[in-house]
Nanobody, 121 residues
């Protein structure tokens, strides 16, 4: 059974930065694609970024492209989401996910518990 645990959420002012981490246990995360999603109150879970287990360039949603950077460290079974130039509309609970592909959250098998990111204006 794969377990995912996120770290690094918090409160930041608009224009600031945060880095989220997600540690996987139970299976090497090198074996499957990993993604980040977010969910704001009253809204559907939204795709943020995905990276394939083979490596290569991550794929980002248009809303975060150029501001967020997704990376993975396979030996550490950890993925990261560096978030720069944060905006109030980035406020959401952020989830890491594994075992799926593409931007549809329903295709992912494993989920972390989520971490709150709040961006004040």
């Amino acid at each position: 059974q794969v377990q995912l645990v996120e770290y690094g959420g918090g409160l930041v002012q608009a224009g600031g930065s945060l880095r989220l981490s997600c540690a996987a246990s139970g299976s090497a995360n090198a074996d499957f694609n990993m993604g980040w999603f977010r969910q704001a109150p009253g809204k559907e879970r939204e795709f943020v970024a995905v990276i394939e287990w083979r490596g290569g360039s991550p794929y980002y949603s248009d809303s975060v492209k150029g501001r967020f950077t997704f990376s993975r460290d396979n030996p550490k079974n950890t993925i990261y989401l560096q978030m720069n130039s944060l905006k109030p509309e980035d406020t959401a609970v952020y989830y890491c996910a594994g075992g799926g592909s593409g931007p549809a959250y329903t295709r992912y098998a494993f989920w972390g518990q989520g971490t709150q990111v709040t961006v004040s204006s």
